[in-house]
């Protein structure tokens, strides 16, 4: 069965500039964002991507959808992804940018 894995990450009320909210977030490198491409995307184990702002821009969400919960494990343990993640992730709490994982679960 597939997997899906939904997060959110929102900026706090007030920790933006009207009509930049959506630029303040950090995001995974080119580099980065290519090799999972390369080593997920294109093999199938991711099976879909998308991201989604809200009309504010203070919220983004990201849907992943993978081809079983194995392939999701490979990708979060997958040492150049979790190094990326991780500079992400303490870029965007630096900037008070919260991240939580409202979904990850068999679909």
Known sequence: MAWKRVQVRTIPEGGA?????????EKMSDEVMSYIKTNYDDT?????????????????TYTSV???EAS???MLSDSTIAAEITRR??????A???KEVTLDEEV
Do not use: H, Q, W
């Open 89 to 94: 992730d303490n870029l965007n709490a630096a």
């Open 66 to 68: 993978f081809r079983d």
């Open 17 to 25: 500039t009207p009509g930049t909210a959506e630029s303040d977030f």
């Open 44 to 60: 199938g184990k991711r099976t879909s991507f998308s991201l989604s702002s809200s009309d504010d821009g203070l919220v983004l």
């Open 72 to 74: 999701k494990n490979e």
């Open 96 to 98: 008070g940018i919260t």
